[in-house]
């Protein structure tokens, strides 16, 4: 994922679904080979719930 996707990602994560900036940096410690991991990652430690998963994988089809 470029920069500027993963920018705004995060943006998208920490002002739309309120993800706290502590769980976003354990996440990211965990996806520096594969960055395009992020929502499953987030997922698997039980950062986000299944629904702001989906909504996760929604606003990432709406910016392709």
């Known amino acids: 994922m470029e920069t500027t ?3 705004d990602l995060i ?3 920490q002002k739309d679904l309120a993800i ?3 769980d976003l ?3 990211l410690r965990h996806i520096e080979q594969t960055p395009s991991l992020l ?3 987030l997922w698997q430690y039980g950062l986000v719930t299944l629904s702001q998963l989906d909504q996760i994988f929604d606003w990432l089809q709406k910016s392709f």
């Open 39 to 41: 929502p499953i990652v």
């Open 25 to 27: 940096q354990l996440a």
């Open 5 to 7: 996707r993963m920018i």
């Open 20 to 22: 706290p900036v502590n």
């Open 11 to 13: 943006s998208f994560l």
